[in-house]
Antibody, heavy 115, light 112 residues
Framework: EVQVVESGGGLVQPGGSLRLSCAAS????????MSWVRQAPGKGLEWVST????????FYADSVKGRFTISRDNSKNTLFLQMNSLRADDTAVYYC????????WGQGTLVTVSS | DVVMTQSPLSLPVTLGQPASISCRST???????????LNWFQQRPGQSPRRLIY???NRDSGVPDRFSGSGSGTDFTLRISRVEAEDVGIYYC?????????FGGGTKVEIK
C-alpha cells in the first residue's frame, strides 16, 4: 500500500524558516517524481513544487521561487521542502503527493506563519 | 500560466440523480507525447484530496464506476451517474501538462 506521511509543520514567525519532510513507502520511491501542494485555510489547492525522480530537475510556483527548495533522499525514501523567508500568506496545509500527476496524497502538515 | 476554470461553483444534487462538472483550460492540454494530462480530484470534508481520474478519462484504483471523465483539448467534464451521500465534497480539476501545474477553483457538491 502506498503511503506518504508529512511532518515538520508548526508555528513560525514571519521571516522564519521551516523544513518539511515526507516519508514514502509502498512503492519504488526513486522511480517517481514527487510534489508538494498546499491549501490555505478555507481555500483551494495550489501546486508548490515538483522534483524529478533523480532529483536533477526541480520546478516551482512563482509564489515560492527563490524562497523554497525541494529536495529528496532516495536512500531514505524521503522528500523535503525547505521553506525560508516565510510570509503570512504561506500559512497552509502542505501535502506531499506522488508523481507530477499527484496520484497519492498524504494527510498533510499545517504550517502557520504568524507573530 | 494555464488557467483552469470550473463550473458551477456549487452543485446541489438529489441523491440518485446525475451530476456534471465542467473544466476549461486556456490552452490545449495535449502534451508532446500525445497524452492529455487532465486530472480530477475529490476532497471530502476534513480529508486530504484523492485523485479520481487521470489523463481525462482513466479511473484510479478503487474509484466507483459511477465516476467518469471525458473531453479533449481545452474542454473537460466529470460526471457522476448517480450521486451518493459519500460523494459530498469539493472536486478539482488540475492540468499536469504545462508548468506551472494549475488547479481549477473547485466545485462544491452537496445534497439537496
Amino acid at each position: 500500500e502506498v503511503q506518504v506521511v508529512e511532518s515538520g509543520g508548526g508555528l513560525v514567525q514571519p521571516g522564519g524558516s521551516l523544513r518539511l519532510s515526507c516519508a514514502a513507502s509502498g512503492f519504488t520511491f526513486s522511480s517517481h517524481a514527487m510534489s508538494w501542494v498546499r491549501q490555505a485555510p478555507g481555500k483551494g489547492l495550489e501546486w508548490v513544487s515538483t522534483i524529478s525522480s533523480s532529483g536533477y530537475s526541480t520546478f516551482y510556483a512563482d509564489s515560492v521561487k527563490g524562497r523554497f527548495t525541494i529536495s529528496r533522499d532516495n536512500s531514505k525514501n524521503t522528500l523535503f521542502l525547505q521553506m525560508n523567508s516565510l510570509r503570512a500568506d504561506d500559512t497552509a496545509v502542505y501535502y506531499c503527493a506522488k508523481g507530477q500527476q499527484l496520484m497519492d496524497w498524504g494527510q498533510g502538515t499545517l504550517v502557520t506563519v504568524s507573530s | 500560466d494555464v488557467v483552469m476554470t470550473q463550473s458551477p461553483l456549487s452543485l446541489p444534487v438529489t441523491l440518485g440523480q446525475p451530476a456534471s462538472i465542467s473544466c476549461r483550460s486556456t490552452q490545449s492540454l495535449v502534451y508532446s507525447d500525445g497524452n492529455t494530462y487532465l486530472n480530477w480530484f475529490q476532497q471530502r470534508p476534513g480529508q486530504s484530496p484523492r485523485r479520481l481520474i487521470y489523463k481525462v478519462s482513466n479511473r484510479d484504483s478503487g474509484v466507483p464506476d459511477r465516476f467518469s471523465g471525458s473531453g479533449s483539448g481545452t474542454d473537460f467534464t466529470l460526471r457522476i451517474s448517480r450521486v451518493e451521500a459519500e460523494d459530498v465534497g469539493i472536486y478539482y480539476c488540475m492540468q499536469g501538462t504545462h508548468w506551472p501545474l494549475t488547479f481549477g477553483g473547485g466545485t462544491k457538491v452537496e445534497i439537496k
